[in-house]
Antibody, heavy 119, light 107 residues
Framework: EVQLQQSGPELQRPGASVKLSCKAS????????MYWVKQRPKQGLELIGR????????DYVEKFKNKATLTADTSSNTAYMQLSSLTSEDTATYFC????????????WGQGVMVTVSS | DIQMTQSPSSLSVSLGDNVTFTCEAS??????LAWYQQKLGKAPKLLIY???NLEDGVPTRFSGSGSWTNYSLTISSLEPEDIATYYC?????????FGAGTKLELK
């Protein structure tokens, strides 16, 4: 059974950084992109970027290039996203989702992790 | 980036209704379109890919159609569990942009 298990909720101060994890199981980790998606409260879905766990190459949506850093650890089948210089605008639920190379659609999603930025 | 425009943004529906909503891409996406369902507090769920292909396990009351820049999702005979927000997504080129969603609400 394919599962993407994300880390727990975070409460962070403005200016801090946070590293979120997404542990994959039930499939070959290196055969799928891992994407990250942001959803602000009561808002739509916003793509952040993706990582190819095979070679750790990354693609970012322009507005997140200086905000998010995507990494992957094939020894633990875990993808990570670090968010830096947190502001209230980063308060959101963050999802990881896998996509087969070439398909682009997201067939499995993590449960999401809520990040709250507040002083 | 390809822009995805969904309409309407919200729709008031009754159980048993046949419901259709649309998604327009800013350029031809050659049928590379996915639809997702998101219920409150949950992760999105893939319903349809390739504009018309039903994901395994998705009820057959869901159907997708369209080509070029214009696509639609139809729910036949709406069930209570279909009350959710629906998003389309460009799968033609990266970045895989989402529409803003159509939220179904019960009358």
């Amino acid at each position: 059974e394919v599962q993407l298990q994300q880390s727990g909720p975070e409460l962070q101060r403005p200016g801090a950084s946070v590293k979120l994890s997404c542990k994959a199981s039930g499939y070959t980790f290196t055969e799928y992109y891992m994407y990250w998606v942001k959803q602000r409260p009561k808002q739509g879905l916003e793509l952040i970027g993706r990582i190819d766990p095979e070679d750790c190459s990354t693609d970012y949506v322009e507005k997140f290039k200086n905000k998010a850093t995507l990494t992957a650890d094939t020894s633990s089948n875990t993808a990570y996203m670090q968010l830096s210089s947190l502001t209230s605008e980063d308060t959101a639920t963050y999802f990881c989702a896998r996509s087969e190379f070439g398909s682009h659609y997201f067939d499995y999603w993590g449960q999401g992790v809520m990040v709250t930025v507040s002083s | 980036d390809i822009q995805m425009t969904q309409s309407p943004s919200s729709l008031s529906v009754s159980l048993g209704d046949n419901v259709t909503f649309t998604c327009e891409a800013s350029e031809n996406i050659y049928g590379f379109l996915a639809w997702y369902q998101q219920k409150l507090g949950k992760a999105p769920k893939l319903l349809i890919y390739g504009a018309t292909n039903l994901e395994d396990g998705v009820p057959t009351r869901f159907s997708g159609s369209g080509s070029w820049t214009n696509y639609s999702l139809t729910i036949s005979s709406l069930e209570p569990e279909d009350i959710a927000t629906y998003y389309c997504q460009n799968n033609h080129v990266y970045p895989d942009t989402f529409g803003a969603g159509t939220k179904l609400e019960l009358k």
